[in-house]
């Protein structure tokens, strides 16, 4: 299947379902992140159109003293993540997801990255528009950033096509398993 094909099939299997029920063992993937060494700064995302709510994830991090961040877009079909608190307002972006208000871009040293479909090579598919891709790409020549995918374990697909501009992830964890 091409990535346009396997991404129609699991949005649309994602929006049937109820997944209330289905959430990430916070407590186990405290633990990775706790196991990663200099992790001070950690990226996430605002959940939107069903996927894994990280946001109390965030919430017990931040409250552990991690910086947390959250992507902005910007024009250039380009992102990069600002540092945001609980305690602070977001802004609706263009595609109706909040954004941080703040200018002070941080560089995550941990980055939950939201996803439609993976397999078991770690590799990803999004939304199509390759803003993480390019993000990993850009801040690899930074610095080294550990890459954690967030998915329910519906998502996962058996190959997923990749291209030279795709990265793979480092760890994918589930709601089924960590």
Request: net charge positive; no cysteine; aromatic share 12%.
């Amino acid at each position: 299947m091409k990535k346009y094909q396997i991404r129609k099939k699991i949005l649309k299997l994602r929006k049937s379902k109820n997944l209330e029920n289905h959430h990430i063992n916070i407590e186990n993937l405290i633990k990775v992140i706790k196991y990663q060494k200099n992790i001070k700064i950690v990226g996430g995302y605002f959940p939107y159109n069903k996927e894994i709510d990280d946001l109390k994830i965030l919430q017990k991090l931040e409250k552990k003293k991690y910086l947390i961040t959250l992507p902005k877009i910007k024009k250039n079909n380009q992102m990069d993540f600002f540092e945001w608190s609980f305690t602070q307002p977001l802004i609706i972006n263009k595609y109706g997801i909040p954004e941080p208000i703040s200018n002070n871009i941080r560089y995550p040293d941990l980055l939950l990255v939201p996803l439609v479909a993976y397999d078991k090579k770690l590799n990803r598919i999004g939304y199509g528009g390759g803003y993480y891709d390019r993000y990993l790409e850009k801040i690899s020549k930074r610095k080294k950033i550990i890459t954690i995918g967030l998915a329910y374990s519906f998502q996962k697909v058996i190959n997923i096509p990749i291209n030279n501009y795709d990265i793979t992830l480092d760890y994918i964890i589930t709601d089924k398993k960590y």
